[in-house]
């Protein structure tokens, strides 16, 4: 204990993480300064969204918290934050990421790595078949009985797709295979941008036991352009409701699954009992059905976690290892093939509970995530139409948004700088200023956050957006894209190879690269959970 904080050394959390018992291990950076070197067990919980992020994360305030940067201060600053909310039992890694590498334990660049390494083993271990992008090109080409399912977002999809193809975001693919492929003799080609979501798609359709001929495309969309085919923007299909005889199907190829993997199923008096535990054990309650579902209808007390996702990042849904996860849907089929395949990701207490869509205890809309810290806050606010008259008399004001770098280039308030909220003082120093400081952020509440953090040491008054940027573009206010103004720099996010301008080809075929040989580093890392079942 030194300053009032616990330190341990990078050989303590080593056994640590091997002891059987809950421990969260967090990185305080930004997302883009975590990708270039974390360990690999780390969730990126940024210092400048702690707030927003840990209640979720991590919400059991005796949880054994570890928290790691650079040596850039930040872990300190994060578990002082943590102490102020309630948090009990939270540790400095002692000379962070450094430490960690100096004591022979390897250090990962990249996001999502857990799950993109997991991808790669399944292909390896399991021989998860795949074609080329010629091969496809060649079929489509041909006429051939094929379907093509993209297994990404359906906004992923939306922005850019390979021809012919459908929209079945992961965790659906089992769920709606009978009513999209009829016949036994169509083969079937699973697509994502990479490789992570297109090879745990094809597998999974694989140990459900369906009898096609079922691949994964190669590199996906990657090696779609860079072979130079051109890409679908703006792309619409997506499947039909599920017929009855297509819920059967699903239902007996996800009990194969769960026979297999040995998926326990619980009703909702465990899950209350659980609930009554879970000062002691950490719970939690994710729903895998689309984001549309959950906001129609579900059960009190889940987030929104669709299942193609949360294997795809699951390191941004439960940072918590070893703690209990409940995956829910309303018939078991989406639930179970997202729980095997946590389970061999090394998520051993996972179980499935089925949610009646007709039980009482259902809630709507989209989850809200806590904000701890905002109690007692107070700040000056603007409206948004105030603003608007105020920027259009040209009084001086300045606009600084907090929303993330990729956010703000899709669209901000016209004249607004970005910034990262922990950045902001040297970010506020480097503007030129004649009048107030105005902050923005999605719905408001980062600024408040962000305005008491700068509280008296601002060159001028600060106030917060009412609503934030929602309410700006709720009241018909028009934004501008792009990011010509930039307080920060943009390492909050990383970006996709395809988001990048010049260079993207390069950056592709150095992102397959890095996620191919993946599977190299798991065969050295005792780290890494996991038990791929052969089905």
């Not at 797709?161 to 169509?186: K, Q, W």
């Not at 026979?259 to 909702?268: E, L, N, P, V, Y």
């Not at 054990?281 to 549309?292: A, G, H, N, S």
């Not at 920027?391 to 990729?406: E, F, M, N």
Request: net charge negative; aromatic share 6%.
């Amino acid at each position: 204990m030194r300053d009032g904080v616990k330190h341990i050394e990078a050989r303590e959390l080593k056994r640590q993480l091997h002891d059987g018992g809950e421990i969260a291990l967090l990185d305080a950076r930004e997302e883009g300064v975590f990708a270039r070197r974390h360990l690999l067990m780390a969730s990126v919980v940024p210092l400048s969204r702690l707030e927003l992020l840990i209640d979720d994360l991590v919400p059991r305030r005796t949880t054994r918290v570890v928290w790691s940067d650079d040596g850039d201060g930040s872990a300190l600053r994060a578990v002082e934050r943590m102490h102020g909310f309630g948090y009990q039992n939270v540790a400095v890694l002692e000379g962070g990421i450094a430490a960690w590498e100096a004591a022979g334990y390897r250090v990962y660049s990249g996001v999502h790595v857990p799950s993109k390494a997991f991808a790669e083993v399944v292909e390896h271990e399991a021989g998860t078949p795949y074609v080329s992008a010629p091969e496809l090109k060649a079929l489509i080409d041909s006429g051939a009985d094929i379907a093509i399912f993209d297994s990404r977002s359906y906004e992923e999809y939306h922005n850019n797709s390979i021809p012919t193809a459908i929209s079945v975001p992961g965790a659906e693919l089992v769920y709606r295979f009978a009513d999209l492929v009829p016949s036994v003799n169509t083969t079937v080609i699973v697509n994502c941008g990479g490789r992570t979501r297109s090879i745990i798609g094809a597998q999974a359709l694989r140990n459900a036991g369906f009898p096609n001929k079922i691949m994964s495309l190669k590199d996906g969309t990657m090696a779609w352009h860079l072979a130079g085919y051109g890409v679908i923007n703006g792309a619409v299909l997506r499947p039909p409701a599920v017929s009855e005889a297509g819920r059967q199907a699903s239902t007996k190829a996800a009990a194969r699954v769960a026979a297999h993997c040995d998926i326990r199923s619980i009703d909702k008096a465990m899950l209350s009992a659980w609930r009554s535990e879970a000062e002691q054990r950490t719970l939690y309650v994710l729903d895998v059905r689309t984001p549309e579902e959950y906001e129609a209808g579900h059960l009190a007390g889940a987030r929104s976690a669709p299942g193609g996702q949360l294997v795809q990042e699951t390191d941004a849904h439960i940072a918590t290892w070893n703690a209990r996860v409940v995956l829910t849907d309303d018939d078991g089929v989406r639930a179970t093939m997202t729980a095997s395949w946590l389970k061999q990701m090394g998520w051993s207490d996972v179980a499935v509970l089925v949610a009646d869509p007709t039980d009482g205890d259902r809630v709507t809309g989209p989850h809200k995530p806590r904000t701890l810290g905002i109690d007692g806050v107070r700040a000056d606010t603007i409206q948004p139409i105030e603003l608007r008259k105020r920027l259009s008399a040209g009084d001086g004001i300045t606009v600084i948004d907090l929303d993330t770098s990729r956010h703000y280039g899709q669209g901000h308030i016209p004249g607004a700088w970005f910034a990262i909220r922990s950045h902001l003082r040297n970010a506020i120093a480097s503007l030129p200023q004649a009048g107030p400081i105005v902050l923005a952020s999605p719905d408001g509440a980062l600024a408040q956050l962000a305005a008491a953090d700068i509280a008296g040491h601002a060159p001028a008054p600060v106030i917060v957006l009412a609503g934030g940027t929602q309410a700006w573009i709720a009241a018909g206010l028009p934004l501008e894209t792009g990011q010509g103004r930039m307080a920060s720099e943009p390492e909050d996010v990383v970006l996709s190879a395809r988001e990048r301008g010049q260079g993207r080809e390069e950056a592709m075929r150095e992102y397959l690269a890095w996620e191919i040989d993946l599977v190299n580093q798991m065969a050295t890392d005792d780290d890494q959970r996991f038990q791929v079942l052969k089905i």
